[in-house]
């Protein structure tokens, strides 16, 4: 089982960057895909960006490829999220979330964290 911790989330202006942080505990974080989602106000949960376990394959919806970077380190299981021509579009709740080998949608990530708050102001 794995524990999940997001951090990093907050109120940036449109343009800027913001880096969120997962950090896991309770399992051998390598062994895990892990992946970026979030969910906006009234809307359902959207993929962004997943990693494979040594991080060697990453994977990006068309909605933040060339904007957002998802990378991990492994020696401190932590897990990634570097965003950056932020817009007020991109105002949600980020989730980091477990899965296993080659999991790629949100019914085969099996571990979740609390999210973190992102605000993008106009």
């Known amino acids: 089982q794995v524990q999940l911790v997001e951090s990093g989330g907050g109120l940036e202006q449109t343009g800027n960057s913001l880096r969120l942080s997962c950090v896991a505990s309770g399992s051998t974080f390598s062994d895990y895909t892990m992946a970026w989602f979030r969910q906006a106000p009234g809307k359902e949960r959207e993929f962004l960006a997943a990693?494979?376990?040594?991080?060697?394959?990453?994977l990006y919806s068309d909605s933040v490829k060339g904007r957002f970077t998802i990378s991990r380190d492994n020696a401190k299981n932590t897990l990634y999220l570097q965003m950056s021509s932020l817009k007020p579009e991109d105002t949600a709740v980020y989730y980091c979330?477990?899965?296993?080998?080659?999991?790629?949608?949100?019914?085969?990530?099996?571990?979740w964290g609390q999210g973190t708050q992102v605000t993008v102001s106009s």
């Open positions: 990693i494979s376990g040594r991080g060697a394959n990453t």
């Open positions: 979330a477990a899965g296993g080998l080659g999991a790629m949608i949100e019914s085969e990530f099996e571990y």
